[in-house]
């Protein structure tokens, strides 16, 4: 996700271009709502809304480097709330300066937080797991038609029966993208792995795949880093008219190879 990855980067350092014009322009003396935060850190006005806006970036740059840049399943909905902090931000600076018909401490930058945030929304909904077609298909027909005396109808199952969680072992980042896997049964390759996102799982691309019941074996590899794999993993059908793939969530933590022994 590095275009999500660097709109909210972005948005961090904009809250900092803010919080500067805000503490310039002395907000705190013209803004309600800023006056209102500022005493409840401080009886020093001016010191409150240093102290509060120095917290508030703070905690967005720490947003941004470790959940946001490691990949951790939080970075979601921490990004949503910055989306919805930055939006109201944007706006309401925007209608302060109307009501008071001039310029107002955070007006420069308010456009800019709102265009930002704007856009770090539409990075969060491109990188929403993506529901696969022929789920979708089978949630809407089992809901429409339903299940008759005589027959059942049902839509073709995703191959979701194993999803993997590829990360390096040391730092957690997420290493999907440059990684392969495949499912073994019995020794023979029964299924390649294939980069997806599933909704109910993770917030993260994964490695899915699988297209047969029984006892597997799973199996990634990683440029620089040694195998992985996890054997006697039993993929399963649910019981019932229309079965479908109990996923079985594994998180392969890869080690780096030694020099020279990268792949």
């Given at each position: 996700?590095?275009?999500?990855?660097t709109?909210?980067g972005a948005?961090i350092?904009?809250?900092?271009?803010?919080?500067?014009?805000?503490?310039?322009?002395?907000?705190?003396?013209?803004?309600?709502?800023?006056r209102?935060?500022?005493?409840?850190?401080?009886?020093?006005?001016?010191?409150?809304?240093?102290?509060?806006n120095l917290a508030?970036?703070?905690?967005?740059?720490?947003?941004?480097l470790?959940?946001?840049r490691?990949?951790w399943?939080?970075?979601?909905?921490?990004?949503w709330?910055?989306v919805?902090l930055?939006?109201?931000n944007?706006?309401?600076h925007?209608l302060w300066a109307?009501?008071q018909?001039?310029?107002?401490?955070?007006?420069?930058?308010?456009?800019?937080l709102?265009?930002?945030?704007?856009?770090l929304?539409?990075?969060?909904?491109q990188t929403?797991?993506?529901?696969?077609?022929?789920?979708?298909?089978?949630?809407?027909?089992?809901?429409l038609?339903?299940?008759?005396?005589?027959?059942?109808?049902?839509?073709?199952?995703?191959p979701?029966a194993?999803?993997?969680d590829?990360?390096d072992?040391?730092?957690?980042?997420?290493?999907?993208?440059?990684?392969?896997?495949?499912?073994?049964?019995?020794?023979?390759?029964?299924?390649?792995l294939?980069?997806?996102h599933?909704?109910h799982?993770s917030?993260?691309?994964?490695?899915?795949?699988?297209i047969?019941?029984?006892?597997?074996?799973v199996?990634?590899?990683?440029?620089?880093?040694l195998?992985?794999s996890a054997?006697?993993?039993?993929?399963?059908?649910?019981?019932?008219?229309c079965p479908?793939?109990?996923?079985?969530?594994?998180v392969?933590r890869l080690?780096?190879?030694?020099?020279g022994?990268?792949?």
């Amino acid at each position: 996700m590095p275009r999500f990855r660097t709109a909210f980067g972005a948005l961090i350092l904009s809250q900092c271009a803010h919080s500067a014009e805000e503490y310039i322009g002395r907000l705190w003396e013209s803004f309600p709502p800023a006056r209102l935060v500022s005493g409840l850190v401080s009886a020093d006005l001016e010191r409150g809304f240093l102290l509060a806006n120095l917290a508030l970036v703070a905690f967005g740059l720490w947003c941004w480097l470790w959940p946001v840049r490691l990949g951790w399943r939080a970075a979601v909905p921490l990004a949503w709330a910055w989306v919805t902090l930055e939006i109201v931000n944007g706006i309401g600076h925007s209608l302060w300066a109307l009501r008071q018909g001039a310029y107002t401490p955070g007006l420069a930058t308010a456009p800019v937080l709102l265009v930002l945030a704007t856009y770090l929304a539409h990075q969060l909904r491109q990188t929403r797991i993506r529901m696969d077609r022929a789920l979708c298909i089978s949630l809407w027909l089992t809901t429409l038609v339903g299940c008759s005396d005589s027959q059942v109808v049902c839509a073709p199952l995703p191959p979701w029966a194993v999803a993997v969680d590829v990360r390096d072992s040391v730092t957690d980042a997420p290493l999907v993208s440059d990684a392969r896997g495949a499912l073994f049964l019995a020794g023979a390759l029964d299924d390649s792995l294939r980069r997806d996102h599933i909704l109910h799982l993770s917030s993260e691309t994964l490695l899915v795949g699988g297209i047969t019941e029984g006892l597997v074996e799973v199996r990634v590899e990683h440029a620089g880093y040694l195998p992985w794999s996890a054997a006697d993993v039993q993929t399963r059908l649910s019981g019932g008219d229309c079965p479908h793939w109990e996923t079985q969530q594994l998180v392969a933590r890869l080690q780096s190879a030694p020099a020279g022994l990268g792949q």
